[in-house]
């Protein structure tokens, strides 16, 4: 059954719409979709379509985060979807990585980018390691950024230096992408970010209160939890309200 949920209005000037889900396969106008505007004013759309993988619409241009066609569950209709302009992949891991997905979303112009691991994976792509930045068009620049794990026993998942979180600044918006990461230093040099996806689900991720801290650090004006597969994360919007943070719990379990 369709859910239908009327998102807040964000902090800040960002603006949001109305939103549907489906936890099945489905259409594109059938999950949550959160609406801001860049700072010219243009349109920018974030879709929500499970776990980690995020589908984005900015000015004629599709983004696809992580994507992945079936998760448990749960399955994401990409052949229905238009083909990306841009691909980016932060990691190796199955809910990430899906060689499936990439060439369904492939077209002829399409751009991947990537880690080194999974470009090597693939043969193709344009590889980044954490602290690389390029400006792919001219109202498009992006940044890989340190993503791993810090307690002992989960470093084995996400070792440091392998994996990237994407800093993605769309016409003067800037979107954090975080990947799978726990919350460490390196968050403190990541600056003005007005939408931000962090995941939470130990071992693999962060904990709730890893989450708010690192929520704390970054001080996002609109903050996604994503890939939290079981985690109870009704919790954390009370936590960061009064620290300027507005939470939007949407459907990336």
Same mark, same amino acid.
């Given at each position: 059954?369709?859910?239908?949920?009327?998102?807040?209005?964000?902090?800040?000037?960002?603006? %949001?719409?109305? +939103?549907?889900?489906?936890?099945?396969?489905?259409?594109?106008?059938?999950?949550?979709?959160?609406?801001? #505007?860049?700072? @010219?004013?243009?349109?920018?759309?974030?879709?929500?379509?499970?776990? %980690?993988?995020? $589908?984005?619409?900015?000015?004629?241009?599709?983004?696809?985060?992580?994507?992945?066609?079936?998760? $448990?569950?749960?399955?994401?209709?990409?052949? @229905?979807?238009?083909?990306?302009?841009?691909?980016?992949?932060?990691?190796?891991?199955?809910?990430?990585?899906? #060689?499936?997905?990439?060439?369904?979303? @492939?077209?002829?112009?399409?751009?991947?980018?990537?880690?080194? /691991? +999974?470009?090597?994976?693939?043969?193709?792509?344009?590889?980044?390691?954490?602290?690389?930045?390029? $400006?792919? %068009?001219?109202?498009?620049?992006?940044?890989?950024? *340190?993503?791993?794990?810090?307690?002992?026993?989960?470093?084995?998942?996400?070792? #440091?230096? /392998?994996?990237?979180?994407?800093?993605?600044?769309?016409?003067?918006?800037?979107?954090?992408?975080?990947?799978?990461?726990?919350?460490?230093?390196?968050?403190?040099?990541?600056?003005?970010?007005?939408?931000?996806?962090? *995941? +939470?689900?130990?071992?693999?991720?962060?904990?709730?209160?890893?989450?708010?801290?690192?929520?704390?650090?970054?001080?996002? $004006?609109?903050?996604?939890?994503?890939?939290?597969?079981?985690?109870?994360?009704?919790?954390?919007?009370?936590?960061?309200?009064?620290?300027?943070?507005?939470? /939007?719990? /949407?459907?990336?379990?």
């Amino acid at each position: 059954m369709k859910k239908f949920i009327t998102c807040l209005l964000a902090v800040f000037g960002l603006t %949001a719409a109305n +939103c549907q889900h489906n936890h099945g396969a489905a259409p594109t106008d059938t999950y949550e979709v959160d609406e801001f #505007k860049t700072k @010219s004013g243009k349109e920018i759309k974030f879709h929500a379509l499970m776990h %980690a993988s995020i $589908r984005i619409e900015y000015d004629g241009k599709e983004i696809e985060i992580d994507p992945v066609l079936k998760l $448990r569950e749960r399955s994401v209709d990409y052949a @229905s979807m238009p083909k990306a302009d841009y691909i980016f992949v932060t990691h190796e891991h199955q809910d990430h990585f899906d #060689k499936e997905a990439i060439k369904q979303l @492939s077209g002829e112009n399409t751009m991947l980018i990537t880690n080194k /691991r +999974c470009g090597d994976m693939l043969g193709y792509g344009t590889m980044m390691a954490n602290g690389d930045k390029q $400006r792919i %068009a001219d109202d498009f620049f992006i940044e890989a950024v *340190p993503a791993y794990n810090t307690t002992e026993a989960n470093k084995k998942f996400h070792p #440091k230096g /392998r994996d990237n979180g994407f800093i993605l600044t769309i016409d003067g918006l800037r979107i954090y992408i975080a990947g799978d990461t726990e919350d460490i230093p390196e968050m403190s040099d990541i600056k003005d970010i007005d939408i931000a996806f962090l *995941p +939470c689900n130990q071992p693999f991720t962060m904990t709730p209160e890893q989450l708010v801290s690192a929520a704390k650090i970054v001080k996002p $004006r609109v903050l996604f939890p994503y890939h939290y597969g079981q985690t109870d994360v009704s919790g954390i919007p009370d936590l960061l309200k009064e620290h300027g943070v507005e939470v /939007r719990v /949407r459907h990336y379990e």
